[in-house]
C-alpha cells in the first residue's frame, strides 16, 4: 500500500547505487489465558478459510483475468528490463562509446572530479534514450491499456523530463563520490562503497517527502474531519509526531490507491492520494493509514536501510571480483584500465544488474515480510478486517489475488491478497463478535459459567 513515489524513489536509491541500470507478526504476543467461551463460539461461527474463499469468489471472472494478466505480464518485464540493461551495457563497452565519452571528459578539464560528472551526463542522457522504447510500453501504453494511468502523453513526457533531470543530479553526485572512493581505495572500494550508498538512500529518503515528491504532485492538507480526525487519534495513539494529514493529487496520474507514513528526522508526513478518498469507505481509509503508521512504528524505514546495507555490501564484493576479472580478459578491447576509469560504468552496470535479477527473490522477500509485519499492525490498530478484505480486492486490481506459493515467493514485494484477506478473516475470528444472532447464547454461556 505504498504511494507510487515512494516506491519510485526507493527504486530510484537502489538503482542509483547499482549505477543506474535502466531498469510476521504484529510485534506483541497474547499472553496465555483460559480460552473464552466468546472466542470459542465466534471460532466455531466463522470459518476464516471459507470467509477468505468467499471474498475472492465476489471477484467478477472478467475482472480476476484482467488483473492476471496484467500482474503476469509484470514478469517478463523484469526479464525484458534486465536484458535490456545488458544489452546497452555491452554495446556501449563494445563500441567504446563508453571509452570515447571518457576521453571526452579528460579533454574538457583535468580535474578527476570534474571529469566524472562530464561523464556522467551523456552516459545517463544516452541510457535513457537507449531505454526509452521499452519505457514508454511499460509506463504509458500499457497503464493506459489496463485502465491504470490518466496522463495525457505531454503530461507524462513532462514528468519524466522532471524524474530525468533529478536522476542526472543524484547519480552525478553519487558517482563523483563513489568514483573518489574507486580512486582512494582501489582494492577496499566495495566495503566504503557501501557506506556511501547506504547514507545517499539515508540522505534520499530524507530530502525525499520535501523536495522530490512535490515536483510531481501537489500536497494539501486534508480538510474533511471525518477522516482527518480518526488518523491523527491513530497518529496520537502511536506516537507518531505529526498534526495533520496531506492529501495528495495522484489522480491527475493513475487510478490506483496509495498512502504513506513517510520521513525522518522532522520531515515524517502522513499523506493519502485522491484515489483513496473517492474509492474508499472510512473503514477502508482506517485500515490502510493504519497499515502505513505500522511502517513507521514498527521502524521498518531502518530496517530496510540496513538489509539493503547488507545486499549492496554482498554485491559490490560480487562486483569487485567479477569487474577485475572481466578487465583483466577484455579491457585493452574495452579500454577500460580499472574500476577508477569511467569508461568501466557500464560494466559495473552489467555485473550489477545480473546480481540484482538473480536476487529478485531474495529483495522481494524482505520486502514482503516487513509488508506482512505492517499488515498485522494495521488489522490490530484499526480493527476493520472488513476494510482490510475490501482494500486487498481493490488492489487486486493490478495485483494477483491468488498466486501460486512459488509466484509469491520469486514475483510478490507485497502479501497477496488472498494472504492479506485470510489474515484479516483469522483476526475477525479471533476478536469480533460473529453474528448479531450469536451474541445472546455467548452472553448466557458466559453467565453460566461465572455463577
Not at 192 to 204: M, N
Not at 326 to 334: D, F, I, L, Y
Not at 435 to 447: F, H, T
Amino acid at each position: 500500500m505504498h504511494a507510487n513515489m515512494r516506491k519510485r524513489l526507493l527504486l530510484l536509491s537502489i538503482t542509483v547505487c547499482f549505477v543506474f541500470a535502466p531498469i510476521a507478526a504484529s510485534g506483541r504476543e497474547t499472553p496465555a489465558t483460559v480460552a473464552s467461551p466468546g472466542i470459542e463460539q465466534n471460532v466455531q461461527l466463522l470459518d476464516p478459510a471459507a470467509a477468505t474463499q468467499a471474498w475472492l469468489a465476489s471477484v467478477p471472472r472478467d475482472q480476476r483475468e484482467k488483473s492476471d494478466a496484467y500482474f503476469e505480464g509484470g514478469y517478463w518485464l523484469i526479464l525484458w528490463n534486465f536484458l535490456l540493461a545488458v544489452a546497452i551495457s555491452i554495446f556501449l563497452l563494445a563500441s567504446r562509446i563508453s571509452a570515447r565519452l571518457r576521453d571526452f571528459s579528460q579533454r574538457l578539464t583535468k580535474f578527476k572530479t570534474l571529469q566524472v560528472a562530464c561523464y556522467a551526463l551523456p552516459y545517463l542522457v544516452i541510457v535513457y534514450i537507449l531505454s526509452f522504447p521499452l519505457n514508454l510500453y511499460e509506463h504509458f501504453f500499457r497503464e493506459h491499456q489496463y485502465g491504470f494511468a490518466t496522463q495525457t502523453f505531454l503530461a507524462w513526457s513532462r514528468e519524466q523530463l522532471i524524474g530525468l533531470g533529478v536522476t542526472i543530479v543524484a547519480a552525478t553526485i553519487l558517482l563523483i563520490v563513489l568514483y573518489a572512493v574507486f580512486r582512494r581505495a582501489p582494492r577496499t572500494w566495495w566495503i566504503w562503497g557501501t557506506v556511501v550508498a547506504i547514507i545517499f538512500s539515508f540522505v534520499l529518503v530524507f530530502i525525499a517527502p520535501v523536495f522530490i515528491e512535490p515536483l510531481f504532485n501537489t500536497y494539501k492538507p486534508l480538510t474533511k474531519p471525518e477522516i482527518r480526525d480518526p488518523i491523527l487519534a491513530m497518529a496520537r495513539a502511536n506516537q507518531i509526531p505529526v498534526k495533520q494529514v496531506f492529501e495528495v493529487d495522484a489522480s491527475r496520474q493513475t487510478t490506483r490507491v496509495t498512502a504513506n507514513v513517510a520521513g525522518v528526522l522532522g520531515t515524517t508526513r502522513i499523506a493519502l492520494n485522491d484515489n483513496l478518498l473517492k474509492q474508499c469507505t472510512l473503514p477502508e481509509i482506517r485500515e490502510v493509514m493504519a497499515h502505513e503508521m505500522g511502517h513507521y512504528v514498527l521502524n521498518h524505514g531502518a530496517k530496510l536501510l540496513t538489509y539493503l546495507g547488507i545486499f549492496i555490501l554482498v554485491g559490490f564484493a560480487f562486483t569487485h571480483v567479477f569487474f577485475d576479472a572481466a578487465v583483466t580478459r577484455w579491457g585493452s578491447k574495452w579500454s577500460v584500465r580499472g574500476i577508477a576509469d569511467p569508461a568501466g560504468l557500464p560494466l559495473l552496470v552489467l555485473i550489477f544488474s545480473t546480481l540484482v535479477f538473480i536476487a529478485t527473490p531474495l529483495l522481494n522477500t524482505v520486502v514482503r515480510v516487513t509488508e506482512r509485519e505492517a499488515d498485522a499492525f494495521g488489522i490490530n490498530a484499526s480493527r476493520e478486517p472488513d476494510g482490510m478484505a475490501k482494500v486487498a480486492l481493490k488492489l487486486g486490481a493490478y495485483r494477483k489475488l491468488d498466486p501460486t506459493p512459488l509466484e509469491e515467493f520469486i514475483f510478490f514485494d507485497h502479501p497477496s491478497g488472498r494472504a492479506r484477506i485470510r489474515m484479516a478473516m483469522d483476526w475477525k475470528a479471533a476478536n469480533l463478535p460473529a453474528a448479531e444472532s450469536a451474541a445472546p447464547k455467548a452472553r448466557r454461556q458466559l453467565g453460566e459459567i461465572r455463577e
